[in-house]
T-cell receptor, first 111, second 112 residues
Framework: SQQGEEDPQALSIQEGENATMNCSYKTSINNLQWYRQNSGRGLVHLIL?????REKHSGRLRVTLDTSKKSSSLLITASRAADTASYFCATDPFQSNQFYFGTGTSLTVIP | SQTIHQWPATLVQPVGSPLSLECTVEGTSNPNLYWYRQAAGRGLQLLFYSVGIGQISSEVPQNLSASRPQDRQFILSSKKLLLSDSGFYLC???????????FGDGTRLSIL
């Protein structure tokens, strides 16, 4: 299956610390996206990184992509209690009509 | 600005009953539209996507169907619900496959 796998499944940190989540996938992709989901709500797009990019930043978010290892990481710096949510990666594989979402990392930021 | 509306927010249906979930998008034309299902504590599974009116694609065999009667309206249906159809259903739109997807708030469907 192309489905991405996030690691860790759950992460609990203190406010102000950094949070790192990883995503691995199986086949070549056009792009990789990270989304955030608050409990019981729809997903909110965070960052899209294309296969020819290695790193992107958006505010306190930093995403890296290593296509040779078929992996990506999301770093949230100086975390806040409001960052508590589930984070998903999604891949857009070559020659496929599917989008594949991972199973997510549940992040808890303790005030 | 663009908005996406999805309703109802929650739905409880008996096994064997029909289903109709509606999703509409405002503020954009000819969007790509998507229906996803999310099982509890899991990622999203793409059920259907559409690139235009009357154009529906699915790569997952299932008990559900989708229709796009208007440019910005996407409907998820079933003639007879199964227990396994329970879940959180999410509609999304994007300008094209290479662009971010924007999600509605979802419908939590419980089958009794």
């Amino acid at each position: 299956s192309q489905q991405g796998e996030e690691d860790p499944q759950a992460l609990s940190i203190q406010e102000g610390e950094n949070a790192t989540m990883n995503c691995s996938y199986k086949t070549s992709i056009n792009n990789l996206q990270w989304y955030r989901q608050n409990s019981g709500r729809g997903l909110v797009h965070l960052i899209l990184i294309r296969s020819n990019e290695r790193e992107k930043h958006s505010g306190r978010l930093r995403v890296t992509l290593d296509t040779s290892k078929k992996s990506s990481s999301l770093l949230i710096t100086a975390s806040r209690a409001a960052d508590t949510a589930s984070y998903f990666c999604a891949t857009d594989p070559f020659q496929s009509n599917q989008f594949y979402f991972g199973t997510g990392t549940s992040l808890t930021v303790i005030p | 600005s663009q908005t996406i509306h999805q309703w109802p927010a929650t739905l409880v249906q008996p096994v064997g009953s029909p289903l109709s979930l509606e999703c509409t998008v405002e503020g954009t034309s000819n969007p790509n539209l998507y229906w996803y299902r999310q099982a509890a504590g899991r990622g999203l599974q793409l059920l259907f996507y559409s690139v235009g009116i009357g154009q529906i694609s699915s790569e997952v065999p299932q008990n559900l169907s989708a229709s796009r009667p208007q440019d910005r309206q996407f409907i998820l249906s079933s003639k007879k619900l199964l227990l396994s159809d329970s879940g959180f259903y999410l509609c999304a739109w994007s300008l094209n496959r290479a662009q971010p997807q924007h999600f509605g708030d979802g419908t939590r469907l419980s089958i009794l």
